[in-house]
C-alpha cells in the first residue's frame, strides 16, 4: 500500500561527504540543489495514478524515491541490480534522494515491479507531466515557443526469427506455458521428434542440418504438431482454460496468418504474398507489439529492423533555457512518422506547453495536420510537398498551380479557363473537371497533362481549410526567413545521437509497447537531469590543456590571424 512521506533533507553528513567525494557536483546533485525534489509521494495519489497501490497491505517503498531511482539508472545505464547497489554506495545518489549514510537501499526486484505498476494505464506519461509541471513552475519550459521532434528506430528485446523459427518458437513457448501449468494434460499430446524439435531453442540452421531435411518438410511438420495441439484444446471442454493463456492465443493468431485449411481439410502454409501486411503480423511469440519495418531510400543502405518508434520531442525557444525534452511517444515500428503529429500535440496541449511553432522534418507532416495545427493556433514547420499527384511528377501543372474560389465553386486554371463542375468524393476530398471544349484546343495543354486529347484536366483536392493551410504553408517556406528557422530542427538530431549513445534508446530492455514506451520515457526524464546538470553547473571549467604543436606555434608566432 501508499503512505505517503514527505521528502527528507538531505542529512548534513551525507552533504559534507557528497561535496569532498565531488567538489563540482554531478548532474543530479546540482538539480537537487537548484531545484528540491522533482516527485513526491502525494504525486502518486492524484487520479492519473489511480488504483497503482493497494489501499490494504503492508507500506511499500515510496514512489516518490523510485521513479527518482529509476531516472538515474537510466541516467547512467545501469542493470536493475547496479541501480540498487548504486542507492547503497553511491555518495551523489544518496545526496540526491537525500538519504542517510547508513542507508543501505533496497532489494532490486522491487524496481521491477515498480516499472510494472506505471507501464498502464498511461502512467509513464503522467510521470513526466509531473517532472515538466515542476520545470515550468521553475521557469524552465513554457508555451509558445519553439518544439521540434524526430524518431528513430528501437530494436525489440527479441530474437531477430525467419518465419520458420517464428511458427517453431510459438509452438514451443505455447507448449512451455501449457506443460508449466498443466504437465499431465500435455504429456497424451507428445510424439517422437518434440523433443527434437520443441525442446529447446528452435533454429532452422540445426533442424534442417540434418539428412534428408528441408524447409518444405520442416514447415509442413510444424504446422501439422500445432494444429493438433490446439484442436486437441478445442476437443476437450474441460481444457477451455487453455485458451486464455497469452502464448497460446498468439499461437492461434500466427497459425491463422501463416497456414491455410485446404476443403480437403489439410494444412497449407501461405506463400509470403499471402501473409497479413507487416503493421498485423506477428515476428516473435515473445513480443506480440514488435513489428518488422524499414525505412531509408533505396539507392542508400536501408535500415531494418524489428521493434518500435521512439518520437522525442524538446524545447528549443530560448538561448539562455536548456533545451529539455517535452513529450515522448512511442509507435509500433510500421507506424509512418506523419500520424505521431496530433497526438505528439495533443499531449503537449494537455500540458499546457503548447508550441507556438513545431519543427518537424518531411515525414510528419500532412495537409490534415498542417490544418489541425493552425487551428490550435501551432505553426507546423516542415517541409511541404509541392508537386503531388501523377501530372506533378511530369513536370506538368499540379493543383497549386490552379486558382480556387470556393464562394462559387469553381477552379481556374493557368489558361484562365473555369472549371464546369465540383464534386466531393467518398474519400473526402474535392474534385473539380474541367470542358473537354476547353481542354482540347488549349494551346498550353501539354504543360498540363499528359492524358490522351478527348480526356479533360481534373483536379482533387482537400477541403477549403485543409487546402488553403497546406498552400500558405508551401509558400511560406520559400522564404529565407522559414529557412532560418527551420534550420533550428537540426538540434533534435544531437538529442536522439544522446539518447542513443546514453542510455541507449535503439535497444529495448523490455517486451511490449507499453513497457517499450515507459522505458524511452524514462530516458526522456534521464536526458533532463543531464541538461538540467549542465545549466546549474555554474563554476567555470579547467581549461583544456594545448597540444605541443599548438604551443609551439603560438611561441614562433604562427598562429592563424
Same mark, same amino acid.
Given at each position: 500500500?501508499?503512505?505517503?512521506?514527505?521528502?527528507?533533507?538531505?542529512?548534513?553528513?551525507?552533504?559534507?561527504?557528497?561535496?569532498?567525494?565531488?567538489?563540482?557536483?554531478?548532474?543530479?546533485?546540482?538539480?537537487?540543489?537548484?531545484?528540491?525534489?522533482?516527485?513526491?509521494?502525494?504525486?502518486?495519489?492524484?487520479?492519473?495514478?489511480?488504483?497503482?497501490?493497494?489501499?490494504?497491505?503492508?507500506?511499500?517503498?515510496?514512489?516518490?524515491?523510485?521513479?527518482?531511482?529509476?531516472?538515474?539508472?537510466?541516467?547512467?545505464?545501469?542493470?536493475?541490480?547496479?541501480?540498487?547497489?548504486?542507492?547503497?554506495?553511491?555518495?551523489?545518489?544518496?545526496?540526491?534522494?537525500?538519504?542517510?549514510?547508513?542507508?543501505?537501499?533496497?532489494?532490486?526486484?522491487?524496481?521491477?515491479?515498480?516499472?510494472?505498476?506505471?507501464?498502464?494505464?498511461?502512467?509513464?506519461?503522467?510521470?513526466?507531466?509531473?517532472?515538466?509541471?515542476?520545470?515550468?513552475?521553475?521557469?524552465?519550459?513554457?508555451?509558445?515557443?519553439?518544439?521540434?521532434?524526430?524518431?528513430?528506430?528501437?530494436?525489440?528485446?527479441?530474437?531477430?526469427?525467419?518465419?520458420?523459427?517464428?511458427?517453431?518458437?510459438?509452438?514451443?513457448?505455447?507448449?512451455?506455458?501449457?506443460?508449466?501449468?498443466?504437465?499431465?494434460?500435455?504429456?497424451?499430446?507428445?510424439?517422437?521428434?518434440? #523433443?527434437? *524439435? /520443441?525442446?529447446? &531453442?528452435?533454429?532452422?540452421?540445426?533442424?534442417?542440418?540434418?539428412?534428408?531435411? !528441408?524447409? $518444405?518438410? =520442416?514447415?509442413?511438420?510444424?504446422?501439422?504438431?500445432?494444429?493438433?495441439?490446439?484442436?486437441?484444446?478445442?476437443?476437450?471442454?474441460?481444457?477451455?482454460?487453455?485458451?486464455?493463456?497469452?502464448?497460446?492465443?498468439?499461437?492461434?493468431?500466427?497459425?491463422?496468418?501463416?497456414?491455410?485449411?485446404?476443403?480437403?481439410?489439410?494444412?497449407?502454409?501461405?506463400?509470403?504474398?499471402?501473409?497479413?501486411?507487416?503493421?498485423?503480423?506477428?515476428?516473435?511469440?515473445?513480443?506480440? #507489439?514488435? *513489428? /518488422?519495418?524499414? &525505412?531509408?531510400?533505396?539507392?542508400?543502405?536501408?535500415?531494418?529492423?524489428?521493434? !518500435?518508434? $521512439?518520437? =522525442?520531442?524538446?524545447?528549443?525557444?530560448?538561448?539562455?533555457?536548456?533545451?529539455?525534452?517535452?513529450?515522448?511517444?512511442?509507435?509500433?515500428?510500421?507506424?509512418?512518422?506523419?500520424?505521431?503529429?496530433?497526438?505528439?500535440?495533443?499531449?503537449?496541449?494537455?500540458?499546457?506547453?503548447?508550441?507556438?511553432?513545431?519543427?518537424?522534418?518531411?515525414?510528419?507532416?500532412?495537409?490534415?495536420?498542417?490544418?489541425?495545427?493552425?487551428?490550435?493556433?501551432?505553426?507546423?514547420?516542415?517541409?511541404?510537398?509541392?508537386?503531388?499527384?501523377?501530372?506533378?511528377?511530369?513536370?506538368?501543372?499540379?493543383?497549386?498551380?490552379?486558382?480556387?474560389?470556393?464562394?462559387?465553386?469553381?477552379?481556374?486554371?493557368?489558361?484562365?479557363?473555369?472549371?464546369?463542375?465540383?464534386?466531393?468524393?467518398?474519400?473526402?476530398?474535392?474534385?473539380?473537371?474541367?470542358?473537354?471544349?476547353?481542354?482540347?484546343?488549349?494551346?498550353?495543354?501539354?504543360?498540363?497533362?499528359?492524358?490522351?486529347?478527348?480526356?479533360?484536366?481534373?483536379?482533387?483536392?482537400?477541403?477549403?481549410?485543409?487546402?488553403?493551410?497546406?498552400?500558405?504553408?508551401?509558400?511560406?517556406?520559400?522564404?529565407?526567413?522559414?529557412?532560418?528557422?527551420?534550420?533550428?530542427?537540426?538540434?533534435?538530431?544531437?538529442?536522439?545521437?544522446?539518447?542513443?549513445?546514453?542510455?541507449?534508446?535503439?535497444?529495448?530492455?523490455?517486451?511490449?509497447?507499453?513497457?517499450?514506451?515507459?522505458?524511452?520515457?524514462?530516458?526522456?526524464?534521464?536526458?533532463?537531469?543531464?541538461?538540467?546538470?549542465?545549466?546549474?553547473?555554474?563554476?567555470?571549467?579547467?581549461?583544456?590543456?594545448?597540444?605541443?604543436?599548438?604551443?609551439?606555434?603560438?611561441?614562433?608566432?604562427?598562429?592563424?590571424?
Amino acid at each position: 500500500m501508499l503512505r505517503p512521506v514527505g521528502v527528507p533533507e538531505i542529512p548534513v553528513e551525507t552533504a559534507a561527504l557528497a561535496r569532498k567525494v565531488h567538489p563540482r557536483g554531478t548532474d543530479e546533485m546540482r538539480v537537487r540543489d537548484a531545484l528540491g525534489p522533482l516527485f513526491t509521494d502525494e504525486d502518486f495519489t492524484s487520479e492519473e495514478f489511480e488504483d497503482m497501490y493497494a489501499s490494504l497491505g503492508q507500506p511499500g517503498l515510496s514512489p516518490a524515491l523510485l521513479a527518482m531511482v529509476t531516472i538515474l539508472q537510466f541516467l547512467h545505464h545501469l542493470s536493475d541490480r547496479d541501480a540498487a547497489q548504486a542507492v547503497a554506495d553511491r555518495i551523489s545518489w544518496k545526496y540526491a534522494l537525500g538519504l542517510e549514510l547508513e542507508h543501505t537501499g533496497f532489494d532490486y526486484t522491487v524496481l521491477c515491479e515498480f516499472r510494472a505498476r506505471l507501464a498502464v494505464a498511461g502512467r509513464a506519461d503522467a510521470l513526466l507531466s509531473v517532472m515538466l509541471e515542476r520545470l515550468q513552475q521553475a521557469g524552465l519550459v513554457r508555451a509558445g515557443g519553439r518544439v521540434r521532434t524526430d524518431s528513430t528506430h528501437v530494436l525489440a528485446c527479441v530474437r531477430r526469427l525467419n518465419r520458420i523459427e517464428t511458427l517453431g518458437e510459438g509452438l514451443r513457448a505455447a507448449l512451455e506455458e501449457i506443460a508449466r501449468i498443466s504437465p499431465g494434460w500435455i504429456v497424451p499430446l507428445l510424439r517422437p521428434g518434440w #523433443d527434437e *524439435r /520443441y525442446g529447446r &531453442k528452435v533454429e532452422t540452421a540445426r533442424l534442417l542440418g540434418r539428412k534428408n531435411a !528441408s524447409a $518444405a518438410k =520442416l514447415t509442413e511438420q510444424i504446422g501439422a504438431d500445432g494444429q493438433r495441439l490446439l484442436d486437441a484444446v478445442d476437443a476437450d471442454p474441460a481444457a477451455a482454460w487453455i485458451n486464455d493463456l497469452p502464448q497460446v492465443k498468439i499461437l492461434r493468431a500466427l497459425w491463422d496468418q501463416h497456414y491455410q485449411r485446404t476443403p480437403a481439410g489439410r494444412l497449407r502454409y501461405k506463400d509470403a504474398g499471402e501473409l497479413p501486411p507487416a503493421a498485423q503480423r506477428i515476428h516473435s511469440p515473445y513480443d506480440a #507489439d514488435a *513489428r /518488422y519495418s524499414t &525505412k531509408g531510400k533505396p539507392e542508400a543502405d536501408d535500415v531494418e529492423w524489428v521493434g !518500435s518508434k $521512439a518520437h =522525442l520531442s524538446e524545447s528549443c525557444d530560448d538561448e539562455e533555457l536548456p533545451d529539455l525534452v517535452t513529450d515522448v511517444h512511442t509507435t509500433p515500428a510500421t507506424d509512418p512518422d506523419v500520424v505521431a503529429t496530433t497526438p505528439i500535440q495533443d499531449k503537449l496541449i494537455a500540458r499546457g506547453l503548447a508550441p507556438g511553432e513545431h519543427l518537424m522534418d518531411a515525414g510528419y507532416p500532412s495537409a490534415t495536420n498542417i490544418a489541425a495545427s493552425a487551428a490550435h493556433g501551432i505553426t507546423l514547420v516542415a517541409p511541404v510537398t509541392v508537386l503531388t499527384g501523377r501530372n506533378a511528377r511530369q513536370g506538368t501543372f499540379g493543383p497549386s498551380a490552379f486558382t480556387i474560389d470556393w464562394q462559387a465553386g469553381t477552379a481556374r486554371c493557368p489558361a484562365g479557363q473555369t472549371s464546369r463542375s465540383m464534386k466531393p468524393d467518398k474519400r473526402g476530398l474535392v474534385t473539380f473537371a474541367f470542358s473537354r471544349h476547353h481542354c482540347r484546343p488549349c494551346p498550353i495543354r501539354d504543360q498540363c497533362t499528359l492524358a490522351a486529347p478527348h480526356i479533360p484536366r481534373r483536379i482533387t483536392i482537400h477541403p477549403e481549410p485543409v487546402h488553403q493551410a497546406r498552400m500558405a504553408a508551401q509558400r511560406a517556406q520559400d522564404t529565407d526567413q522559414w529557412r532560418t528557422t527551420y534550420n533550428t530542427r537540426a538540434g533534435i538530431e544531437g538529442t536522439v545521437s544522446q539518447a542513443v549513445r546514453g542510455p541507449d534508446l535503439r535497444h529495448s530492455r523490455y517486451r511490449g509497447l507499453p513497457k517499450a514506451h515507459l522505458q524511452n520515457v524514462f530516458i526522456g526524464m534521464a536526458l533532463n537531469i543531464r541538461r538540467l546538470g549542465a545549466y546549474f553547473n555554474t563554476k567555470p571549467q579547467p581549461a583544456r590543456r594545448p597540444t605541443r604543436i599548438h604551443e609551439l606555434c603560438t611561441a614562433h608566432g604562427l598562429t592563424a590571424a
